[in-house]
């Protein structure tokens, strides 16, 4: 391995090193150091490191700043590396998710010598596993003001388009119960399986909202995810639980959510599991808009939840994009058209100047 | 411990000679070894062991022989032993389920000389357990002559009560499919756990029969007993299972119960997971109606499965008959009256002349 990366050569050769470059959410040190090292060639460059998170910045005294975001971990490697190009896409572990827009961020680094806002480049570590481990999460507690800026960028997959805010996301679980006895003798008992058919019934006649917020449509989903409950297979069961999980546009607040769906299941024991925020599109902003010309398309809404929740949290607009497309992330086939790493860094460049 | 138990003296001290040898299944050898000592004391009584099976009977050349079967093992200790006599009611591991009939058994085999029938008594093993280790299953299997005779009266609890016959079983899992998606894109799958909303619906407005067979009357039952499916927190669901246990009255075949299921849950697939034929109550052969009226009362059907169905199987009609609530079996508290017991003692002397 090189010490360090050849940042200003071909993204998509920087692709395909990351990319090679196993770093399993637990296991990014080598890629970290790695990143660092580079990082710290350029000269114009203030950077820290914080664990397995390498973050950098201009300090040009630019009256907006721009923070663009990245995860340097992947999902487990499953028999998908070393990468592979093959027609103008490149195959491997983490080239969709989402080291496609890590080498989009390095490679403006080394050769956006004077950008028209100042620049944030933060790369993280273990993004991919339980929030409580998210190293965006550790550097927002230990040194928030790296995180401030007029706009985020998170780099991951969006299909090389601005895709804005974010819809929230909450889980909860809808319990039945009933009263257990004999199945020779059920009249004696209440099933609580049998009670979930009002909930399912409710599930499918529920007509999820689309909601149009700055000219993006978000839709909101509302689906079963888990279901379970039995005792014995000759008892009636005394207690059945539905998780449901809700996605909901960024016009409403979780509470808002959460109070939406204690309505919807009313006569059952509603308990919320987890809820993560949306984060509106913020298209209105000016910097934003920049970024929205200089793609050269309209916006689409994120309908996923992402790290952009995080920095909508901080006050900030917030958008995804990068190369790829999101829905191969974690998969095996995951891969990346080259062609759309190349026009993020087109994009990105126009809109930096 | 004594050598021997002494049959002849109160059922009542039995019962509790009985529930104070520890028998939980497949720890049956100590209270089996007991039993067959005691009935080789009798000496008009042919005894042969099989496992911790002990059987015994008379050869008087009789028209008719009536076996009467009791099972020696328990369910787990719960904290529940030694037994514990107080007004008027036997507590402990084993009282209702069922050492109170085999102390009646052993009684009777002591104290009844001259019967009107030929006799065999069938003590056996691992009842409490899956089916393929039931000790009866296996002298059915290795000694089917000492089963055959005109009438089989198991000796499990029925409040005293002349229990006909007994409901067949039989448990399907029916299984729903879908398309896995990404709950943030969820209109792009198809979820199966919402598509047992319909199953569940058929649940609820089912309406089970009730089937008078010579005056004993069955009501059936269908109850969902176990509901599982999920893949993670963020997937629609691409299977659900629901498992559904059908109690039928024995008017219908297990092949009968079967098609009913698969009409009735039409569209899905159903897989059968296990089935046990119900038994007829044969109340009208004239051994079965001696014993009826030995009882004094009308004859109610046995809702739940028993042993009954595997006589009934060989083609002999076959009852229930024993002291103590079945409901309290597998229970804690579980506790059988001594006037039961007593009165279980009266009856088949009654009957057995």
């Not at 974010?166 to 099933?191: F, L, P, S």
């Not at 049998?194 to 689906?223: F, K, M, N, S």
Request: hydrophobic share 40%.
């Amino acid at each position: 391995m090189a010490d360090t990366l050849h940042l200003a050569a071909d993204p998509v050769e920087l692709t395909a090193a990351l990319v090679d470059i196993p770093s399993v959410s637990g296991d990014e040190q080598r890629i970290a150091d790695l990143v660092e090292r580079s990082l710290r060639e350029q000269t114009a460059l203030e950077v820290v490191r914080s664990g397995n998170a390498v973050l950098a910045r201009t300090n040009l005294g630019r009256p907006t700043r721009v923070v663009l975001a990245g995860h340097l971990d992947t999902v487990p490697v499953n028999d998908n590396l070393p990468s592979r190009l093959e027609d103008g896409v490149l195959h491997g572990c983490g080239t969709v998710d989402m080291k496609g827009g890590d080498a989009v961020m390095l490679h403006l680094a080394a050769t956006t010598p004077e950008p028209r806002h100042d620049l944030t480049f933060v790369f993280y570590d273990c993004e991919e596993v339980e929030a409580v481990r998210n190293g965006l999460g550790r550097v927002e507690r230990e040194m928030p003001e790296w995180l401030r800026g007029d706009l985020a960028i998170v780099c991951e997959s969006s299909n090389a388009v601005v895709e804005a805010g974010c819809q929230g996301t909450i889980r909860v679980e809808v319990r039945a119960r009933g009263v257990r006895a004999h199945t020779a003798r059920g009249w004696m008992g209440v099933n609580a399986v049998h009670a979930l058919g009002e909930v399912l019934r409710r599930l499918e006649t529920y007509e999820p909202r689309r909601v149009d917020i700055d000219g993006c449509l978000y839709r909101e989903g509302l689906q079963a995810v888990r279901v379970a409950g039995g005792v014995a297979g000759n008892v009636v069961p005394d207690e059945a639980v539905l998780t449901v999980n809700h996605r909901f546009a960024p016009d409403r607040s979780p509470e808002q959510a959460e109070r939406h769906l204690r309505e919807l299941f009313d006569g059952y024991e509603v308990t919320v599991t987890d809820v993560s925020a949306g984060a509106l599109p913020g298209l209105a902003h000016p910097v934003t808009r920049e970024l929205v010309e200089a793609s050269g398309g309209a916006p689409v809404a994120k309908l996923g939840w992402t790290d952009v929740a995080r920095f909508a949290a901080l006050g900030m607009p917030a958008v995804n994009f990068g190369p790829g497309d999101p829905t191969l992330a974690h998969t095996k086939q995951e891969n990346v058209p080259v062609n759309q790493v190349r026009r993020c860094v087109e994009v990105l460049r126009r809109f930096l100047g």
